[in-house]
């Protein structure tokens, strides 16, 4: 035991010696949450739109109002024929055009539809998907509303795909796909890294020399980087609640055991890595490719999923993050407790225990 | 106590190794000497369980290495070809961490190791990877010495490190060998070969001779003389031309020259470099040493 | 006052990192086509010199003109005069024989009719020409050597830097080496060697041996050891670097 906890105070001397990997564990997480928290938000303020009404009754006013009541718009020009729209496109001038058909109270209320129409800017695909998204929310609203209140049921038709973010703040988005990112970051990247430099300095062969036992290598190596990631998954979360106020709905326990079920995840695949590259340049190349990127782009982190090729989807059921998004999104913003979660939960496992079985068939008592 | 029998290994096609057999006795200092990819390497590491032989079988005091490669891992002491310490933490904490690996203390074996220790003690705070080559190694050693191993297991300790350094360093391997610890060591200077009780001479996967150094010295059976005359550059052309040359190599400040016929008799040799213009020629017959005799081995394998 | 021809003057060179003084006012000249040792224990600045040689790193202080070229502001035009080969550093192993020297002849600026022509001289000098396709990989070290030795004076340069071009190399093999470092000399090249085989010491024309940052002797290998008492080289190094001990 002692040359175990010995083993473990090498190893954060490694970590806090090196100034490289004390700014990517503490320096790295602040800076991707600011980041993508900030600057990268798809947080909508003052675009610019223009409303074409061939109503022109209270109900659509009223719309319009809201809209621009919301901040989220700014109302720049009242159309009058729809090859204004084009035009007013072309020069840039707006955003995003909302056409109500003719007679839109009227039918809404004797038909129970009416209908409005949404263009957006498409040269800017995720603005324009975001825009129409907002405004299709706020007309629902409105439309819930107002059937509320005349008891009639009345529809008003618009595409919408909007939930569980009502405020629709960026940041709500950012955290949970950061805090994957990161974890996945920390745990697989770095462990692998530091298996791997032992093997290239040599010292690798020093420690299977002696009497230590593979699993005390291993698990030495691990525990330091459990920590520290689990100190920066709070960290993340202290962060999104103080700076963004993303508050955790669901059970904070949960939240914590799904964190580090995903960690050891991580760790486990760092390990894996660590037996089949023989450099740290491999061990960071496969880290990058296999991690970093799929991380990024395939887990419904930036990229929602939906839209995504059928092929590319399939892919994306593969990536260990995205379970884990999915989960602390469910915990976080849903609020809700671990019956509407246990299946990533154990799509998550299986991955742990999937890399930790290669990773012992793998690892070897021997050099290669 | 160790004892190899038939190893052969082989990386990508290529034979690193070709049916390897010896046999080193406790207590003996054992030297594989060889240029760089000779298979020293491979065969140390065969020996300290780190890789397997295809074919053949070796133990270390009793202990199978495969099947007891964990014994083996407790009583041996390994220090791999390039010093492999923890560069970023100092003297006293790459110590003590091999010290724990390994179940001990720096105190608890601080007497077989004090002797080294106490030249670097002056710099135990500082990082290993600050430490110049012949400290580096001083430091690999004890790192190696300090679980006290029955058997020191060294790969090239002394390669890269100056003469001074290299000295010194067989100086502290006599010391432990008088300590009772058996020693294996692989180095491709043929000079240290003399510094061995026994060794094994390799080249190319395959063992020359095993013997001790004065054995090898007296298979040598070609007569070999030491020559020098003012225009050394010139003088080698000159006696590779010559019609009895067996071999001449450069050594130092003197060619040293075998002829074919064996003859000891250098009058001819003699006028045949006055003739060519040669000036203070010194001709005598000389011992060989052990690059002597590895290059003459050299030749007849290859021969 | 020696009439040779000097291509390299070295006069009271300084270099300090930081409050450490790798090379404590040395002073020295290097004459052409000469085979000049540069020993020295581990750590005693044989390095740190040599780059500045190199024109890789610049001096704090002193007048050093390598090739007549100064050693602060012409280190370009050095570059283009020497040729440098270490032990570590040698060729591509994932390109071939020929190739490594094509690519390393093109650095220099020779023009493509001289490379082919200087490629198959140098590939029938070795005996290598039936292995120019092969890849780096695949040959022994000792032809490795051999060959970047090669490559390293195909610019025909004023001078060759070899640091410890003999590691680890079979004993013939190192001797074969030195024949090429003599021929090199005897057309005109200057050879600045290192080396930790003391033997090889004696196959230079003059030694410098550098003890904890300055030169505590230099000479030919004969007048060294008449001045130390010594039989051999060794005894001349091994009395100078335990003299700085004490």
Redesign the interface.
Known sequence: MKTFINFVKKEFRHIFRDVRSMVILFGMPIAQILIFGYVVTNEVKDAKIAVLDLSKDEMTVEITNKLTSSGYFLLVDNFKSEDEIELAFRKGEIQEAIIFEPGFAKKFVKDGKAEVRIINDASDANTANMLANYTSAIIMNYSFAESGVNGASGQIIAQTRMQFNQDLKGAYMFVPGTMALILMLISAMMTSISITREKEMGTMEVLLVSPLRPVQIIVGKVIPYFLLSFVNAISILLLGFFVFGLPVNGPLALLLAESMLFITMALSLGIFISTIAKSMQVAMFISMFSLLLPTMLLSGFIFPIENMPQILQWVCHAIPPKYFIVIIKNIMLKGTGFEYVWFETLVLFGFTVFFIVMSVFKFKTRLE | MVVASHISISYKKVNALKDISFSVNEGELFGFIGPDGAGKTSLLRILTTLILADSGSASVFGLDVVKDYKNIRKITGYMPGRFSLYQDLSVEENLSFFAAVFGTTLKENYDLIKDIYIQIEPFKDRPAGKLSGGMKQKLALSCALIHKPKILVLDEPTTGVDAVSRKEFWQMLKKLKNDGITILVSTPYMDEAELCDRVALIQKGEILDIDTPMGIISKYKNVLFEISSDNMYKLKGDIGKFNDTLSVFLFGQFLHFSPKSGRKDTDVLKKYLEEKGHKNIIIRECKPNIEDCFMDLMQSENG | MDQREKIISVKNLVKKFGDFEANKNLSFDVFKGEIFGFL?????GKTTAIKILCGLSSPTSGEISVAGFDAYHETEKIKKNIGYMSQKFSLYSDLTVKENIRFYGGIYGLSRDTIKRKTKDLLEKLNFSEHAGSLISSI???WKQKLAFSIAVFHEPKIVFLD?PT???????R?QF??LI?ETA?TGITVFVTT????EA??CNRVCIMVDGRIDALDT??NLKKQFGAD???EV??RL??AEKK
């Open positions: 020295g224990a581990n750590g005693a022994p070290l000792g410890e590691g680890g190399v079979d004993p013939i093999t001797r030195w024949d003599y005897h930790h085989y003391m033997d004696e196959y290998p004969e051999n080289m060794d190094f091994v670097a335990r």
